[in-house]
Structures are given as C-alpha cells and as structure tokens.
C-alpha cells in the first residue's frame, strides 16, 4: 500500500510515495474507505446523494451543495503558510466564522451534510477533502484521488482568504504563500467557479439585488455541469459571471485573476472540456492534498477488492456463532459476473489448525455503487462454532461453477484474515435505554472472554462527544470504561463482563472499543457503534414468583415494552422494563415475542 506524506519542498506541497503493498484487514481505514465506496444502494452511506443531481441543494432556492462544499474546502485552504509547513486542509475553517471573508451558510451547511459520517475514524478534514472528490464526480468531473490521515485543528487559523476587492498583488502573494503558481491560482478559481454563483443575502453589493429574497447570480450557463463554460464564456465576453462584469470595478476579482498572466491559463482551460476537467481534477487535488507538515497522508484510497465484515459472539449451548458479510467488488475491470460466482469461507480453529467449510449466499439487498462505476455485491453467512476449539483466521474463496476455478483470499497474500475468540462482543446484551433520565442515557455494554484470559482487565474506551461553543463538530473525547466481571457462562468456557456509562440523550449515537488486556497480548475489538434498545410487542404476559432486580409490571397483550440491555434470553424469555409505576409489581416472562418497529 502506498503512502503518502505531503511535504513543504520549496514552498510547494508535494506528496512523496514508499513502496507498495497490498490491502490488510482490518485496517483503520476500513471506515473512511466505506464512506468513499458506498455512495448509493445497498448498505450505502450516501454522501454522493448531496450531489445528485448536481444542482442539488436541499430543496433550498440558491443553495448547491457541491459549489458550496468546494468554496468551504477552498477557504479552509487559503491562509496556508507552506514555508512554515502550516496551515492546508486541516477543518480550521469551522473555527473562523466570525470573520467577513468567510461569510454566509456555506461552511457549516457542508458540515452539516456530513456529520453523521464524522468520527474518530473519518475525521472533518478528511471528509471535508473527500466532499471536493464526491462534488467533483457528481457534477461530472475527471477522476481525482483521494488520500486520508488528515488531522482535525483544535483552533482558528491565521485570516487573509482574498475577498472581490482584495487587490491583485495581495491575491497573487496570498496564494503564493500558500504554495500555488499563479496559473494554479487561476485555475483554482476557474474551476471552482465552474459552479454555483453569488448570493444576494450575503452579497447585494456585488449582485446589486436585494439582499430578500436570496438571489443567486450564477458564475456562468451551466452552473451544474463541470464544463468550461466559467472560461469559454468569460473569453468571448458574454459571460454574466458577476465577479467580472459587476458595476464596481473594485469588486471584480474574477477578471483581475483570469487576467493577471495575459489571459494565458483561462485560454488554455477554455481549449477543451476535457483538458479543463483534467486540470481541475489536479489542483483540486494539489489543494485538498495541501496540509501541516506534521501529517502524513496515506496512498490513494482504492475500493477493496474483497472486503470481510465479520463477528463473534457468544452463542446459546455453550457456542461461538460466526456471523456476517463479505463484500465483493464486481466492477467491470473484475471480469466477475455475480450469475456466475460463489463464495464461501474456510476457517482453522483456535490453535490454526484444521479446515472448516462455511458457505454463504447472495445478500438480496442489491448491489452497491461507487463513483467512477464502481460495483459491489454481498454475501451473507452465519454458522456456529464449538467454544471449545475455537476460531484464529479465515479465508475467502471465490468460485466460477461454469468453469470449478476458485480463487483463494489470504488477506493481503499472508495466511488468512485474523479473528481472536478471547474477548467475544455481545451485540444482543448491549444497547442505550430509549428513555432518558435528566437529559441522560444509560449505555450498557456486556462482553464475553474466556476463561484463560478472564483475569485480565477489560475495558470500553468510549468516544464522546462534547458540544464546543460556536464550533458546529462535536470535539471527540475518548473516555476509558472498566468492565466487571458478572457471569461465568458454564461449560462455554467464558466469563461475562459488563460496564455501564451515562451518555447525553443528544449524543449517545458514538463509538467504543473493547480492550482485553494490554501489552503483546492485548485483543481489541475497535470501532463498535452504540445502538438503542429494540423495542418489542408483547403479546402475552406471564407472572413469576422470583424479582430478578428492577421494576416490572403486569400488562395487557399488545402493549409495547422495551428489553434491558442486560436481559438474558433463555427460550422466548425476556425481561422488560416497566413504563408505569405499580404498586404489586412483580417480574414478568414474555412468552412470545417479535420484534417490533420504531
């Protein structure tokens, strides 16, 4: 795998490459390679839907996502000092908005966008670059790459993005400063200008309309099209940009830049449609990949070509159930026809020894798309597996019937894809209760680990969120849970531990790790997600003599009634929490239950 690590070589950003690799999982970058992979249909995370069509913008007159999210990646960008290695694309802007020149919505419409996306894997720098690659393909645009590893600033950077009547000597320095020529400069205006407009909320001195309601003065005819009609048009002087044939001369800093090299670079973009793509596919790049000295950005993120999403738990008769996804990239350049393909898995137990078979089957929920025609398709699998020999890796086997080839996948071309049965997360006894209590919630988590390891420690270290005054993202603050241990779980061979945390009622949806032990024998299972309590429909109540702990209540069939996160199911029978206070409560069994949805 390349990596990448932008560098300030002569006042000028470049990236230097190592050697190559192939991919390894799990890899911390599996989260920030979904968000770019996954843009629409199944299992998607839907951050090109900001952008399709490209002059969308939230059924909101004048906005446009994609021309608002590359203007936010610009400003961030602008007050870069590369001689000092400072500055670049690094989420700086969202602490710089009580300055003029960067006024208006934009800025933290585009976080806004993407904060269900931001976490400690998928930083606001990261997706803030990764917005500039999805507006760029969404609007038409030539592929560009993207890197990942940049560093969310904790506070403002230095001011100076250049304003319409910002002279040309200032502009041309302040780009310099910031590493780019100036036909870079040029270009990174033409191209970001290829979209969107003015608006007149923000701007009424350069539109000359009134500030209500918003107008948008578009830059040029096709302000949803990634053409070059920004240069073509400005050109044969019948462009309506109005940041070149505004009344005040002072203000039209469009035509200074175009103008301040003879013209020569706006000639050479308003050439042809797909010379002015390329180029602005490369100084975007050059732009988003401008960052601190001190970050190192990673190779190029490429769609994985076979991808697990796999895990482990405790299961009923003193098993481990195995459970989850393989996704499958059926791109064309694959040559792989899903008609003509299975996939199963094979896996050594706890010792590596021996060959279990595990088939799967095609996930009907459809296929996945990427940018650039990217496909993928799923397969599901679920088996059980004996506590006592365990599980330590697996491979993946894809097979053509027609032809009986199967290809082998070792994970990166080592000896399987590792899995460590001694901590065990169990997703069904760890949920946030849907009620709060003085604006809090209570997170309960429940893990298994076996018995020769029960004497470590365990803990969750949970990220939290924490509002910050005038700053639209959450700061992220990792705080350590230590688990108890509550149950040994019999004849499986493990130990049952759990932990508990208040989290706000606004910002419970986080991640968390499970940490077993420490040192060369520490096993971690990284990046869970909290989910809330299912809820259930009763249909029959049955009383028991014996109070297990907590309040409960007898009640009708058909109402609603929720799980404790640390209910044990034995059968069909579930604890539940009460809803109404009653003064001969007693436990109660639910003798049949399904799930029911929100």
């Not at 791109?331 to 393909?341: P, Y």
């Not at 603050?477 to 004849?491: H, M, N, Q």
């Not at 109540?541 to 702990?549: A, H, R, T, Y």
Request: proline share 4%; hydrophobic share 40%; with cysteine.
């Amino acid at each position: 795998m390349k990596r990448g690590v932008v560098a300030i070589v002569g006042g000028i950003a470049a990236v230097a490459q190592v050697a190559e690799a192939a991919y390894v999982w799990p890899s911390k970058y599996d989260e920030i390679e979904d968000i770019l992979s996954l843009q629409t249909g199944y299992r998607s995370r839907g951050f090109v839907e900001g952008v399709t069509p490209c002059s969308f913008g939230g059924n909101i007159a004048g906005r446009q996502f994609a021309a608002e999210w590359i203007r936010t990646a610009f400003h961030d960008v602008a007050t870069t000092d590369a001689a000092a290695g400072a500055g670049g694309l690094d989420g700086s802007i969202w602490f710089e908005l009580d300055r003029t020149e960067n006024g208006g919505a934009a800025f933290n419409n585009t976080f806004s966008f993407f904060s269900n996306l931001y976490s400690v894997r998928a930083s606001a720098s990261d997706l803030l670059a990764m917005s500039v690659v999805v507006a760029n393909a969404g609007c038409g645009g030539a592929r560009m790459p993207f890197r990942a590893g940049r560093i969310d600033a904790v506070e403002a950077g230095p001011a100076g993005v250049p304003e319409p009547d910002t002279p040309m000597d200032t502009t041309r320095s302040t780009f310099a400063k910031a590493g780019f020529s100036e036909s870079e400069m040029i270009a990174l205006v033409a191209c970001g200008h290829t979209l969107g407009g003015v608006h007149s909320r923000n701007n009424p001195h350069i539109t000359g309309l009134d500030p209500t309601p918003d107008t948008v003065t578009k830059f040029d005819s096709t302000f949803d099209d990634f053409d070059n009609k920004i240069a073509t048009e400005y050109l044969k002087g019948n462009t309506s940009n109005p940041l070149v044939v505004g009344k005040n001369e002072t203000l039209n800093s469009d035509k200074r830049i175009f103008a301040s090299d003879g013209n020569k670079t706006i000639q050479d973009l308003g050439c042809t449609k797909n010379g002015f793509k390329t180029a602005c596919a490369d100084v975007f790049t050059r732009m988003i990949d401008t960052v601190p000295s001190a970050v190192q950005l990673t190779e190029p993120i490429e769609a994985v070509d076979i991808k697990p999403y796999v895990g482990l738990s405790l299961g009923e008769n003193g098993s481990i159930a195995f459970s989850g996804r393989v996704r499958v990239r059926t791109t064309e350049d694959t040559g792989r026809d899903v008609s003509d393909l299975t996939v199963h898995l094979s896996f050594a137990d706890r010792n590596g020894e021996g060959t279990v078979t595990v088939p799967t089957t095609l996930d009907e929920g459809g296929v996945t798309y990427g940018l650039w025609g990217e496909t993928f398709v799923w397969y599901q699998f679920e088996t059980v597996i004996p506590a006592a020999s365990g599980i330590s890796k697996f491979v993946v086997h894809l097979t053509n019937p027609s032809t009986n080839a199967t290809a082998v996948y070792r994970n990166g071309g080592g000896s399987g894809y590792p899995l460590d049965d001694a901590l065990l997360y169990q997703a069904s006894a760890s949920c946030v209760d849907r009620t709060s209590v003085n604006n809090e919630r209570t997170f309960t988590v429940t893990a298994a680990v076996r018995e020769d390891r029960a004497a470590d420690p365990v803990k969750m270290e949970l990220v939290r969120l924490v509002r910050r005054q005038g700053i639209i993202h959450r700061q992220l603050v990792v705080e350590t849970v230590d688990l108890a241990a509550t149950a040994d779980e019999g004849e499986s061979g493990y130990v049952t531990f759990q932990g508990q945390i208040q989290l706000p009622t606004n910002g419970w949806s986080t991640s968390f790790d499970l940490v077993l032990g420490g040192g060369e024998k520490e096993v971690r299972l990284d990046f869970l997600k909290t989910q809330t309590c299912p809820r259930l429909k009763v249909i029959a109540f049955q009383p028991v003599p014996e109070l297990l702990g907590g309040r409960a209540a007898l009640g009708d069939a058909g109402e609603e009634a929720e799980r404790f996160p640390d209910a044990s199911i034995d059968g069909r029978r579930l604890r539940l929490r009460v809803y109404e206070d009653y003064e001969d409560a007693t436990q109660i069994v639910v003798t049949c239950a399904m799930p029911f949805k929100v």
